[in-house]
């Protein structure tokens, strides 16, 4: 299978997002996904205290 090149990058700064980083991904997923086109979802965390980082890293 080829690798589709990515016409579409969407980056998201996170801070302390922890309670709702897997319902953000799930509907920038679904949004994203429907465009039909190959994209790519980058997350910044900037140094979350919460456990942004460990739910995020589950996903």
């Known amino acids: 299978m080829r690798n589709k090149r990515i016409q579409l990058s969407v980056i998201i700064p996170i ?11 799930e509907r920038l997923e679904k949004s994203v996904s429907s465009l039909g ?3 790519e979802l980058i997350f910044i965390d900037d140094h979350s205290n ?3 980082d460990l ?3 589950k996903k």
């Open 37 to 39: 086109i190959p994209y």
């Open 15 to 25: 801070y302390n997002e922890g309670i709702l980083i897997t319902e953000l991904i």
């Open 55 to 57: 739910i995020f890293n």
């Open 50 to 52: 919460d456990d942004t």
